[in-house]
Nanobody
Framework: QVQLVESGGGLVQAGGSLSLSCAAS????????MGWYRQTPGKQRELVAT???????NYADSVKGRFTISRDNAKNMVFLQMSSLKPEDTAVYYC??????????WGRGTQVTVSS
C-alpha cells in the first residue's frame, strides 16, 4: 500500500503564490510518476502537472509558465509551486503516485482557493 499526504493548501489572493507538498510512504517502487491533479465540484479531475522519477515533466497548458513541479526522490516527496494564481485555479488539489507495478494512488486532497 502507498499513502499520500498533501499539505500547503489555503486561501490566497489573485496574483499571489502558494506551495503544495506531498509526502508518500509505504511500499514505493521506482520508476514512478508523481503529480498533481485538481477537481472542482461537478467536473472531472484534471491534470495539473506530473514528474517522473527521471525528472521528465508534463504540465497542463493552463498552468504552464505559472506552476512548477519538483520532487525529492530520496524523501518520496513531490512539490507544486504555484504563482500568478487566478480564481479559476480554485480547486481541490490531489497528489498522485503511479507506476506499472504499484498502480495508481491518490492523496485525500487539499483545498486551494484564489480570491479575486
Amino acid at each position: 500500500q502507498v499513502q499520500l499526504v498533501e499539505s500547503g493548501g489555503g486561501l490566497v489572493q489573485a496574483g499571489g503564490s502558494l506551495s503544495l507538498s506531498c509526502a508518500a510512504s509505504g511500499s514505493i517502487l521506482r520508476p514512478n510518476t508523481m503529480g498533481w491533479y485538481r477537481q472542482t465540484p461537478g467536473k472531472q479531475r484534471e491534470l495539473v502537472a506530473t514528474m517522473t522519477s527521471g525528472s521528465s515533466t508534463n504540465y497542463a497548458d493552463s498552468v504552464k509558465g505559472r506552476f512548477t513541479i519538483s520532487r525529492d526522490n530520496a524523501k518520496n516527496m513531490v512539490f507544486l509551486q504555484m504563482s500568478s494564481l487566478k480564481p479559476e485555479d480554485t480547486a481541490v488539489y490531489y497528489c498522485s503516485m503511479a507506476s506499472v507495478t504499484m498502480g495508481l494512488h491518490w492523496g485525500r486532497g487539499t483545498q486551494v482557493t484564489v480570491s479575486s
